[in-house]
Protein backbone atom coordinates (compact mmCIF):
# COMPACT_ATOMS: atom_id res chain seq x y z
CA UNK A 1 0.00 0.00 0.00
CA UNK A 2 1.39 3.00 -1.14
CA UNK A 3 -0.12 6.50 1.26
CA UNK A 4 -0.45 9.75 -0.79
CA UNK A 5 -0.44 13.17 1.29
CA UNK A 6 -0.41 16.30 -1.54
CA UNK A 7 -1.51 19.72 -0.81
CA UNK A 8 -1.60 23.22 -2.68
CA UNK A 9 1.23 25.28 -1.55
CA UNK A 10 0.57 28.66 -3.17
CA UNK A 11 -1.33 30.33 -5.50
CA UNK A 12 -0.11 33.38 -7.57
CA UNK A 13 -2.04 34.57 -10.48
CA UNK A 14 -2.66 31.44 -12.44
CA UNK A 15 0.03 29.30 -11.28
CA UNK A 16 -0.54 26.50 -8.63
CA UNK A 17 2.06 25.27 -6.77
CA UNK A 18 1.83 21.78 -5.21
CA UNK A 19 3.74 19.28 -2.99
CA UNK A 20 3.22 15.53 -2.52
CA UNK A 21 4.86 12.73 -0.50
CA UNK A 22 4.04 9.17 -0.79
CA UNK A 23 4.94 6.41 2.09
CA UNK A 24 4.86 2.53 1.78
CA UNK A 25 2.85 0.71 4.03
CA UNK A 26 0.62 4.10 5.64
CA UNK A 27 0.83 7.89 6.60
CA UNK A 28 4.18 7.13 9.19
CA UNK A 29 5.93 4.50 6.96
CA UNK A 30 9.54 5.32 4.99
CA UNK A 31 8.99 7.90 2.26
CA UNK A 32 9.23 6.13 -1.34
CA UNK A 33 8.24 9.11 -3.66
CA UNK A 34 8.55 12.95 -3.00
CA UNK A 35 7.09 15.57 -6.09
CA UNK A 36 6.73 19.35 -6.51
CA UNK A 37 4.77 20.18 -9.37
CA UNK A 38 3.81 23.59 -11.12
CA UNK A 39 0.34 23.65 -13.00
CA UNK A 40 -0.66 26.92 -15.05
CA UNK A 41 -4.64 27.34 -14.94
CA UNK A 42 -5.72 27.67 -18.52
CA UNK A 43 -9.37 28.75 -18.50
CA UNK A 44 -11.68 26.73 -21.01
CA UNK A 45 -12.29 29.33 -23.09
CA UNK A 46 -8.58 28.92 -24.74
CA UNK A 47 -9.51 25.27 -25.41
CA UNK A 48 -12.68 26.61 -27.15
CA UNK A 49 -11.20 29.21 -29.02
CA UNK A 50 -8.05 27.10 -30.25
CA UNK A 51 -9.24 23.61 -30.35
CA UNK A 52 -9.96 21.35 -33.24
CA UNK A 53 -13.97 21.97 -34.20
CA UNK A 54 -14.67 18.05 -33.92
CA UNK A 55 -13.05 17.69 -30.38
CA UNK A 56 -15.43 20.81 -29.18
CA UNK A 57 -18.37 19.93 -30.51
CA UNK A 58 -17.70 16.02 -29.41
CA UNK A 59 -17.11 17.20 -25.79
CA UNK A 60 -19.41 19.77 -25.22
CA UNK A 61 -21.95 17.55 -27.11
CA UNK A 62 -21.59 15.17 -23.69
CA UNK A 63 -23.47 16.75 -20.98
CA UNK A 64 -20.50 15.04 -18.50
CA UNK A 65 -18.09 16.60 -20.54
CA UNK A 66 -19.58 19.86 -20.49
CA UNK A 67 -20.70 19.84 -16.61
CA UNK A 68 -16.85 19.00 -15.93
CA UNK A 69 -15.32 21.58 -17.41
CA UNK A 70 -17.45 24.14 -16.54
CA UNK A 71 -16.39 23.09 -13.02
CA UNK A 72 -12.94 23.60 -13.29
CA UNK A 73 -13.63 26.79 -14.86
CA UNK A 74 -15.15 27.69 -11.42
CA UNK A 75 -12.85 25.80 -9.10
CA UNK A 76 -9.30 25.27 -10.76
Not at 9 to 27: D, E, F, N, Q
Not at 40 to 56: A, D, L, M, S, T
Request: no cysteine; net charge negative; glycine share 10%.
Amino acid sequence: MLHLDAEVTAVHGRKIYSTATGRIGGPDGPVAVRADALFIEVKVGHFIENGRPEEIRAAMADPDQARRARAFEVNP
